[in-house]
């Protein structure tokens, strides 16, 4: 479900013309980047996360190949969380193992 259109922390325009990215932090974690087919003026990011995911994804919008390194909201069940820090993780430097 898409956010109200002006809770965005961002909204920026991408390399498809039709196409924006709402940008949703909380806190100190980014919450979702909504693909956005509404015609949204953009809103420039106010706040240091905001400005990071948004100079990340055009840098990904430049170079397809770059990695992103953002910290996200868990969203899930506990099992969905371990998961995915299980996949995301060196099961060497787990604490879990």
């Known amino acids: 479900m898409l956010a109200d259109p002006l809770s965005y922390d ?3 325009a991408t ?6 990215l709402g940008i949703l932090v909380a806190g100190d974690e980014l919450a979702s980047i909504d693909l956005l ?10 706040d240091a996360l905001s400005q990071e995911v948004v100079h990340q994804l055009q840098c990904y919008f ?3 190949q770059r990695p ?5 909201v868990s ?22 193992w």
């Open 10 to 12: 961002a909204v920026i």
């Open 15 to 20: 390399p498809v013309d039709s196409i924006r």
């Open 37 to 46: 087919t509404m015609n949204l003026q953009t809103k420039v990011p106010l």
């Open 62 to 64: 430049e170079d397809s």
């Open 68 to 72: 992103f390194s953002l910290p996200l």
């Open 75 to 96: 969203q899930g069940s506990d099992f969905q969380c371990l998961a995915v820090y299980v996949c995301h993780s060196s099961w060497r430097d787990s604490p879990l």
